[in-house]
Each structure stands twice: as C-alpha cells, then as structure tokens.
C-alpha cells in the first residue's frame, strides 16, 4: 500500500511538472537594442537578449513560445524572431524595401505577422512559418506608426501620425479602403475586443478619436489632455487605458460613456501600455525612466516598479508549457 501511494504521489508531480507554464513580460529597451525577460510572478528580469537596432514593439504568438521585435531604427531594416523559452534572439526578418518597422501585431491564428513600416509608408504581411514577406499594402500617409487588426482579422486600422489620421486596409481582398481624418498626430490606435469600436489618441491635439468600424467614420471626439501617445482597451472591453507622455499621467476612460473616469499620476513619459489577458493588471513603460510600472487594475494604483533597459518601449506577455 505504501509502494502504491508513493507511486501516486510521483506521477501527480511528474504530471504537474509537464504542465508547468512560464509566464514572462518581454520588454523592448529601444536605447540600448535589447529585449529584457521579466517573471511576471516575482517581477525581476531574467534575462536578456541583443535585438537589431531601435526595438520599439514586440508582439509574441498565443503560444508563447515566439516574439517578434521590429527593430525601427535601422540600417538593416529588420525584425527579430526571439525563441522565448530559450530567452535569446533565434534570427531576423530582413525587409529589404520595407524601412522603419514599427508596429507589429498578429492575426488570431498566428500564421500571419502584420507589421507597419514608416518611412516606406507600408503595412507587410509576414508569413510566420516561412518568415517571408508575402503581401504590402502602402498607406500613402506620413508616418504610419502603430496598428490594430479586428478581432474577424478581416480589417486593419494604422495610425498615422503625420497624416493625422487613420488607415483602413481590407485583408481579404488587399484593398486599402479609405484614409479616416482622426486629428493631428494620431499615433496609438486599438480596436475593441467586440470589434465594433476602433479608438485613436491623437497626441498633438490632445484629444481621442471614436470610429465606428462598421462604416469607419469618427463618432465622437473625446477631450485627453497631456499628449495622448497611445490607447488600450481593457479585456472587458469597458476601460480604455491612455498614457499621456508630456503630463507624465495615466488616463483612464469609460468606454460606454466616453467619459474620463481616473487620472494617476506615473513616471517620466509613459508610452507603452499592456493589459494581461485576465483583466487583473496592467503594465505601463516609463520611457523616461527606463522602468515598467505595474498597476492593479481594480483600483488604478501603481504596486510596482520594475527596472529595465534604457529607455522601455513596447511590451508583450508569453506564457509558455514547460
């Protein structure tokens, strides 16, 4: 019996340990070409691994097991595939033609890498297994920065900061549908989790802009002082979170009323922001003090500072099985 119970006790923790899983936050530290690995359980950095030049986003597969760093600052135009689970940079994507990458995001299936390339005033589409560009769509908008795709991934929406406004490209048939006057500066951008919604912050005017996505037209205009610089919903869909870069303050909005509901004061010049999957807490980059602030979503505190490399940017989660 006592043989049996011991025999119980091991395959349980055998069993446990094959399902073990690794959560890390990926954090691109845009002044010094690195990508730092943070345990999101006890907030200290793991490692760290060298990137091509200027990583400013990251996006990493629902798997977890892959990221991918547009490098914005080139020469060498690129973008690094990093194998998570051996915390290192495994090669890069050269896009040739395609200049200045910045915002990256991937469709629900994570076949398809989408990536906006600013100075070319292009949006590629990358295939994940063959690491190869396989379609471009040109924008013909100044500075076509950040990006969002519908949760159908039928439709994407650029944000185009010299333009001030907002791209839409159809991915079925590869048609650029229409440029969406925002306001000046639109430089973050992210569509609802219901897809009906796509917001934009519009940095030098201040304000936000509410496309309805089923005829793309601005609905309404939300007043957001402080230099706007991105905006992420909640995964509720019911809060959307802006950093606000010049006022060094974390606004906070009420996505049904549209009206500002919290205002916390942060680090020097907030930009990335990252909601984990579960709605529990968020994690905001503090460019200027090349540290990521943690904040519990339920009450808009900040619970925690974590130290990153120079000048932290764009961010991404990777939960892997061991």
Same mark, same amino acid.
């Given at each position: 019996?006592?043989?049996?119970?011991?025999? #119980?006790?091991?395959?349980?923790?055998?069993? /446990? @340990?094959?399902? =073990?899983?690794?959560?890390?936050?990926?954090?691109?530290?845009?002044?010094?070409?690195?990508?730092?690995?943070?345990?999101?359980?006890?907030?200290?950095?793991?490692?760290?691994?060298?990137?091509?030049?200027?990583?400013?986003?990251?996006? +990493?597969?629902?798997?977890?097991?892959? +990221?991918? #760093?547009?490098?914005? *600052?080139?020469?060498?135009?690129?973008?690094?595939? &990093?194998?998570?689970?051996?915390?290192?940079?495994?090669?890069?994507?050269?896009?040739?033609?395609?200049?200045?990458?910045?915002?990256?995001?991937?469709?629900?299936? !994570?076949?398809?890498?989408?990536?906006?390339?600013?100075?070319?005033?292009?949006?590629?589409?990358?295939?994940?297994?063959?690491?190869?560009?396989?379609?471009?769509?040109?924008?013909?908008?100044?500075?076509?920065?950040?990006?969002?795709?519908?949760?159908?991934?039928?439709?994407?929406?650029?944000?185009?900061?010299?333009?001030?406004?907002?791209?839409?490209?159809?991915?079925?048939?590869?048609?650029?549908?229409?440029?969406?006057?925002?306001?000046?500066?639109?430089?973050? &951008?992210?569509? /609802?989790?219901?897809?009906?919604?796509?917001?934009?912050?519009?940095?030098? =005017?201040?304000?936000?802009?509410?496309?309805?996505? !089923?005829?793309?037209?601005?609905?309404?205009?939300?007043?957001?002082?402080?230099?706007?610089?991105?905006?992420?919903?909640?995964?509720?869909?019911?809060?959307?979170?802006?950093?606000?870069?010049? @006022?060094?303050?974390?606004?906070?909005?009420?996505?049904?009323?549209?009206? *500002?509901?919290?205002?916390? @004061?942060?680090? @020097?010049?907030?930009? %990335?922001?990252?909601? *984990?999957? %579960?709605?529990?807490?968020?994690?905001?980059?503090?460019?200027?003090?090349?540290?990521?602030?943690?904040?519990?979503? *339920?009450?808009?505190?900040?619970? !925690?500072?974590?130290?990153?490399?120079?000048?932290?940017?764009?961010?991404?989660?990777?939960?892997?099985?061991?």
């Amino acid at each position: 019996m006592k043989i049996r119970s011991l025999f #119980v006790v091991f395959l349980f923790v055998a069993a /446990s @340990s094959a399902n =073990a899983k690794t959560s890390l936050l990926l954090i691109g530290n845009k002044s010094e070409d690195t990508l730092s690995f943070v345990d999101t359980a006890t907030l200290k950095e793991v490692a760290k691994t060298a990137t091509g030049r200027g990583p400013h986003e990251v996006v +990493a597969t629902p798997d977890g097991r892959t +990221a991918f #760093v547009a490098n914005y *600052e080139g020469p060498g135009d690129s973008i690094s595939v &990093i194998d998570v689970p051996a915390q290192k940079e495994s090669s890069r994507i050269e896009l040739g033609e395609h200049r200045a990458p910045h915002g990256l995001v991937l469709n629900s299936t !994570a076949t398809k890498l989408y990536a906006t390339c600013e100075k070319s005033q292009t949006v590629i589409e990358i295939d994940v297994e063959s690491k190869q560009i396989v379609r471009s769509f040109n924008t013909g908008q100044k500075g076509t920065h950040m990006l969002a795709i519908t949760p159908d991934d039928r439709t994407i929406y650029t944000a185009d900061i010299g333009s001030g406004t907002a791209t839409v490209i159809n991915l079925e048939n590869g048609e650029v549908m229409t440029h969406i006057k925002t306001d000046a500066e639109c430089e973050g &951008i992210d569509v /609802s989790p219901d897809g009906k919604q796509v917001w934009t912050s519009n940095r030098a =005017a201040d304000n936000l802009s509410v496309i309805d996505s !089923a005829t793309n037209k601005v609905v309404a205009t939300i007043g957001c002082a402080g230099f706007p610089i991105r905006v992420k919903f909640t995964p509720d869909g019911k809060q959307a979170l802006v950093p606000c870069a010049k @006022s060094n303050e974390l606004a906070v909005f009420d996505v049904e009323t549209r009206k *500002e509901i919290k205002r916390v @004061s942060t680090g @020097s010049m907030p930009v %990335g922001v990252l909601v *984990e999957p %579960g709605g529990r807490r968020a994690f905001v980059a503090y460019t200027g003090d090349s540290t990521v602030a943690v904040f519990d979503l *339920e009450t808009m505190e900040e619970t !925690a500072k974590i130290p990153s490399g120079k000048q932290a940017d764009g961010m991404a989660l990777a939960t892997f099985t061991d």
